[in-house]
């Protein structure tokens, strides 16, 4: 295979990035000041970044700047532009993005600029691939969930570069997909601020309140990834990039993680297997760095599993490896300078294996003779690259020669670039930028309720509720296992749920002409429905993130009726959008994450039963976790249910074009009261409940 196979490591500070080049790294990644999902580390002032940049093309390794947070309007039209200009002259090979408006201003304004799509934006199909393709993207992060098999059909099916973690840290739920942070404390995932409640102790209770015993209080801590005996199978499934996580990292971790990394990636590339000394030797290698519970290989051969989860212990521990002192390996070179009046000037530069030259104009006569050996010899010597003594400098000129000090710098350069190599790069200043103004809102003038249902018991409810204009949506899990007579006899608007995930090995299975639209949750299942059902309307989910108007624009520009508004953004916030395409949901419990990782399989065994449980934390607050087996996907909702009841004539204010009711364990009783409540337009609440981040939002 022709395909290269990239050792991508984290950079926490400008050390650390050098250390990883130097140990083998061929791509790195890091934060500058803003706009990147680890606001904790350390990260890159730009003059750092440009040195980093600088040392990374001299040593033909690329980098990458993670941008990868949600952004609002004003941070989008007011600030990012000329921050990603900076870096886009300071040479960044790439920008690593979550976020669909900005997106689209990258490819708008800097269409010579590489696009990867983070993980953040929770690519599980070919189907997302797909759409980010579309979209102008170079290269998409996989979810950490994925299969070999999985990996191997998007590649297949999508000629796009595929970046897949390959040791570091595993987050329990899809990327981009958890909002406990944000529910609980305010910190939010989505703007790099995620505390960690994940790494917490919990214990699991059934639906009386019932302990479950579990081998440890840490049901949600992942152990970490470590896949250095698997890199011969990443790269013949389609893998193009190897992703090491561990920006917080120090660099003895980087030095001997992406050495041996390194040394796996070239055994794949060159089709020479590792034996069985060099494959063991490699992991204890990387393992002995620092791990969770001793790490495990992922989801690349399982679906889930508790052997994937550290019960135990939810810290990183190492066995303290030595500090690493990584020569910079100079090549020592002699060179010789020709500058005769009236003939071009040349810069010759050897090394033990190769002689470059550099060329000039004709040099021409100085106003006076002056002996300047010494100068140029200095000149010449001070290379400005660390990559290289030059030990000795020959001077074949002429004492009336004028010979600038810029030419010789650049001669120099010239020279130092032919022998040693490195990335060079040339491209066109980005485009002007025109900010989007903020549009007058629009009010639609209509007052529709979606309400979501996962039971019977409640979509019987709602429909004797609920009016012809209203919308019913189904969820996946509860459509595989209903009546179709049942369904046809619904009489508000009919719409699925598609799975809470996208999976290529199961894609949902669904009747024609039952239903009159989809709720989509994600960028593959947008795709998805646009392959596969053209004519159905889509709503978003909140999922679909839109803090933005260019999101919004860009989202219903590819074909959604109306979106969902996320919530993260507050009242202020929401004001100042256009939300005459949008639903609020103003009852439900928030799904706070999405996980592959089953607690009804870890603590009962798999049965393909749902099951109610509850994650119980040391304050006493209790999280609805639900398995979804026709999807194999585990749903955790936060505490207490989010109520804006108290707030309709608000929200009606702000001109958004309905409301939404998400019901999880409600009964029939609880259903009919909450519905009706919203119908006949009553602000009050129903029960006790959070007003989640309408009023407090996140920074």
């Not at 090995?505 to 947008?526: A, H, N, R």
């Amino acid at each position: 295979m022709d395909r290269q196979l990239e050792v991508l490591a984290p950079a926490g500070d400008l050390e650390i990035l050098k250390t990883a080049v130097l140990s083998g790294a061929t791509g790195v990644y890091f934060g500058g000041e803003e706009f990147g999902a680890r606001a904790y580390a350390t990260n890159f002032s730009f003059k750092e970044a440009c040195a980093g940049i600088d040392f990374a093309h001299k040593r033909g390794a690329r980098t990458y700047l993670t941008v990868n947070t949600l952004l609002k309007s004003i941070e989008i039209e007011k600030k990012v532009y000329s921050y990603l200009k900076d870096y886009y002259n300071a040479g960044i090979d790439a920008v690593l993005v979550q976020d669909i408006g900005l997106m689209q201003l990258v490819r708008e304004y800097f269409p010579e600029l590489h696009l990867h799509i983070s993980t953040q934006a929770n690519v599980t199909s070919e189907y997302g691939a797909a759409f980010f393709k579309e979209l102008g993207a170079k290269r998409v992060v996989l979810a950490r969930e994925l299969s070999l098999k999985e990996i191997e059909r998007i590649h297949k099916a999508v000629d796009i570069e595929l970046e897949c973690f390959a040791h570091g840290a595993l987050c329990v739920s899809y990327s981009g997909q958890c909002l406990m942070s944000s529910m609980i404390g305010g910190r939010s995932g989505n703007r790099g601020r995620c505390a960690q409640p994940c790494r917490k102790c919990y214990r699991l209770l059934d639906q009386k309140g019932d302990r479950i015993r579990l081998p440890g209080r840490y049901p949600l801590s992942m152990k970490d990834l470590i896949t250095i005996d698997h890199v011969a199978e990443l790269y013949r499934a389609g893998c193009s990039s190897l992703k090491i996580e561990g920006r917080m990292k120090s660099k003895e971790y980087v030095a001997r993680v992406v050495s041996s990394y390194r040394w796996a990636a070239d055994a794949a590339m060159s089709g020479q297997p590792l034996s069985d000394g060099e494959s063991e030797a490699l992991y204890n290698k990387a393992i002995e760095a620092g791990s969770r519970a001793g790490g495990c290989d992922g989801y690349l051969s399982r679906r889930n599993g508790p052997e994937m989860i550290s019960f135990a212990n939810s810290s990183f521990s190492s066995d303290g490896p030595a500090a690493v002192s990584i020569a910079l390996n100079k090549t020592r070179a002699k060179a010789f300078l020709h500058a005769k009046v009236g003939e071009d000037i040349s810069l010759e530069l050897s090394d033990q294996k190769h002689t470059v030259r550099a060329f000039g104009p004709v040099i021409e006569k100085a106003r006076k003779e002056a002996d300047i050996s010494d100068e140029i010899r200095e000149k010449i010597r001070r290379s400005g690259d660390d990559r290289i003594e030059i030990t000795d400098v020959g001077l074949d000129i002429d004492r009336d020669a004028f010979i600038p000090v810029s030419l010789i710098k650049r001669l120099r350069r010239e020279a130092v670039d032919k022998l040693l190599g490195g990335l060079v790069q040339s491209r066109n200043e980005p485009l002007p930028f025109k900010p989007m103004t903020e549009k007058r809102k629009r009010i639609r003038g209509s007052r529709r309720l979606l309400v979501s249902c996962l039971s019977k018991e409640q979509l019987l409810s709602a429909d004797r509720i609920l009016s012809d204009d209203d919308i019913i949506a189904l969820d996946y899990d509860l459509y595989s296992r209903m009546d179709m007579s049942v369904i046809r006899g619904i009489g508000a608007a009919k719409y699925l749920c598609l799975p809470h995930i996208l999976r290529s090995d199961k894609l949902p299975q669904i009747d024609d002409g039952i239903f009159d639209g989809l709720i989509v949750s994600s960028f593959d299942e947008m795709q998805y429905a646009s392959y596969n059902f053209p004519d159905l309307p889509m709503i978003l989910d909140q999922r679909v993130y839109s803090w933005s108007d260019r999101s919004r624009s860009f989202l219903l520009s590819k074909g959604a009726a109306f979106l969902t508004a996320p919530y993260e953004l507050n009242e202020k916030e929401l004001s100042h959008l256009d939300n005459s395409s949008s639903f609020i949901t103003v009852y439900g419990r928030t799904p706070v994450m999405y996980t592959a990782t089953c607690q009804h399989k870890n603590s009962r065994g798999c049965d393909r039963r749902q099951e109610e449980l509850y994650l119980l934390d040391d304050r006493k607050s209790s999280f609805l976790c639900l398995n979804f087996c026709s999807s194999c996907t585990n749903v955790i909702y936060n505490s207490l249910p989010t109520s804006l009841l108290p707030f309709l004539d608000r929200l009606w204010e702000m001109g958004f074009a309905g409301v939404r009711a998400d019901l999880t364990v409600e009964n029939e009783k609880e259903t009919v009261r909450i519905l009706q409540m919203i119908k006949n337009n009553k602000c009050e609440d129903v029960c006790q409940a959070t007003r989640g981040h309408f009023h407090r939002g996140v920074s």
